[in-house]
């Protein structure tokens, strides 16, 4: 791939889309390290890179690639790395310096299963990772998790956006599902790199007042103040940034929370599914972090049980009990180490949810 | 009557944080001093590191930047990438530069990154109140070697100019030391070397300065003096380890 025409169909991976619409979306400063399930990644930075003008850099270690990406950051220009989880836990102390000095960019975790070296299959087991902070300190990297290869093209632009509308990080969390496999995408999205005026950033002081980049407040009070500044932000990107999809939740009787490759699978068994005495609806998270936790707590309300489908132990379904508060009950489907739930486990869960609320009913 | 000996512009008029007889006002006041000669203030970026000079910026009127410990040279890079034209230099320490920070020196110098890396060596931890560096001395004593430093148990000193001289990426490589007027005068001379290495696109330079601690090496500012003559210096020679214009 030399470029790409608006509007034109190309059959890509998730990893070659990711990259390539980092690109698109004008980032010029790629770094990164070889790990499976994200090397494509790589491959077409190495690439096209050189084609555009751009920087990429095959790193010696992961903490390198989080410190350069810092350094562009600070530099003003729209920067990227990624990896998948044992690199992404190597990576949380820059992550959390970079929160903590306000830097745009965008880091793109390509989940396996874990824990340790785990295996390189599909999970989504770094969920509380992403968004609970994963680095020290009280911090948050708005997270965005796609459900296909197009999404992921298109969330890559919006993550960019994003990044530097808030002078936050921003992750994509996606898995090796979707990076590995194939679809059509388009790359239409516009390239802004240039919406946010960046001011603050390092470009030499020639005429003006020096530009310092930090996170250390060493003088007393200065740290709070400066923690209530990041927390009014967040409160503001809780405000305005939830992302979902939903699919028949007006009527349902049980709802499911899932997103990324797990709300694919979803999708399958709400279209197969219907022989169920049940209506089963959907909500798919799209912003992990802000979590959708308001339309969750209306569907609580009134549906008869929530069920959160994930590829971990169980993650996100604390985040879904939170926004529930007791208002339902909230089941839980998990499979992990590379395992994917089927649109037939799923059947059975709904089944034995069913089943228990039938006897339940009966004996009162 | 005029002023022949002033404040540099590029030093900012403020009180110092760092401790009576440390070595780390004189290389910052150096770096101001080269700044305004050379005229590059308006497109200098410094680099701050983890570590007693972390509040670098407090006293170098340019545009700084804050890295974790032992990344200066990774984010002095992402800096460089995005403006090859300006001039970056990173400011560290031994336990940042040659302890948590090894690799990415090596690294960075292995990819010739044209940047300056200044390396103020002395040999011990002293924002953590003085513990063992990786250039501390066999025998010297320290929060965390109370017997002195043992090979056995921690190992001998990293000379780390010897180090980056054998690599390829490596363009001006030199230890010098701030013990005396002279050594002062030698120190500025290299270190405006190391800036030119950078101005004319040479690649990357390091110059290691041999610096006093007296406060966690418990001695006068003067017996400190002497100790870096008398005893780093020898553990660490003085001199240039490579350079792009000697034909050697």
Redesign the interface.
Known sequence: MTSTEKNKKYLLTGNEACAEAAIQAGCR?Y?GYPITPQNEILTHMAIRMPQVGG?F?Q???E???I???????????R?MTSSSGPGISLKQ??IS?LAG?ELPCVIVNIQRGGPGLGDISPSQADYFQAVKGGGHGDYHTIVLAPGSVQETADLVFDAFDLADCYRNPVMILSDAQLGQMMEPVVFNKKCKPNLYKKDWA??????RK???????Y?VKGELEKFNAKLQKKYRQIKAEEVRYEEINIENADIVIVAYGTCARICKEFLKKGQSLNVKVGLIRPITLWPFPADIIQKVSERVQAILTVEMSAGQMVEDVRLSVSGRCPVHFYGRTGGGIPTPKEILKKISEIVSVREKVTCTT | MEAIYKTPKTLIDTPTHYCPGCGHGIVQRLIAEIIDEMDIRGKTIGLAPVGCAVLAYNYLDIDMCEAAHGRPPSVATGIKRVHPEKIVFSYQGDGDLAAIGTAEIIHTANRGENITVIFVNNAVYGMTNGQMAPTTLINQKTLTTPHGRSEKNDGYPLRVCEILSVIDGSRFIARTSITSPKNIIKTKQLLEKGFKTQIQEKGFSLIEILSPCPVYWRMSSVESLKFIDKEMSTTFPLGIFKDWESRN
């Open positions: 400063f770094y920087t850099i790193v010696e270690s903490l390198a690639a410190n350069m990406v810092y350094g562009s950051a600070a530099a003003g220009a920067t102390e820059g310096y000095s390092l470009t030499g002081a020639d005429g020096r530009n310092i980049i930090k996170s250390f060493p």
